[in-house]
């Protein structure tokens, strides 16, 4: 991911127990400690950026929930449609005749982005709700991320969709 001309090398200090799991871990997975640490330190950063006013969030929000409940999809779509956040998709999936799971795609300022989490958290019925932020940046960088702007990396393969249809229920 990163040349080696990128990096700084640095010493840290930590307990015994922690060098011994972590050694363990990598011979488990077949690692470098180098690239534990720096996974741990990028997913700390990106947490910790979540929590910061002003950054924006790309993010993932999975839920669970019985689709029996009782208007539990009508209030979903209505906090939806009126949370101020830009839905990418959404992607939903049965898991059980009672039980169904969705994933949904969003990106906004870390303040709409927490207020939309807990009105989908305090919908009668839910029964999981997990933000998992994929990243965040300062607002002044959004331009840099700004998905109309971007290559793609593999310019040979199939790419039939306009950059404005990424919208829910568009594909």
Known sequence: MYADKDMDRITITIPKEFLAE??????ER?????????????EYLTKE???KPGTIEDGFLIIAFNHHQRGLLDELTEIEHTAGIHIYSTMHVHVSEENCSEVIAIRSDVESVMNF?????GIKGILFCELVPLYAFP???QQARNHDTHE????????????????????
Request: charged letters at 50%; aromatic letters at 0%; glycine letters at 6%.
């Open 22 to 27: 972590l050694e363990k871990h990598c011979k």
């Open 152 to 171: 793609h990396r593999d310019q040979e393969q199939d790419h039939d969709h306009d950059h404005d249809d990424h919208d829910r229920g568009n594909a």
């Open 49 to 51: 950026a979540t929590r």
């Open 30 to 42: 077949g690692a470098k400690r180098s690239e534990v640490v720096r996974d741990a330190l990028r």
């Open 139 to 141: 607002r002044g960088n």
């Open 117 to 121: 989490v807990e009105r989908v958290r």
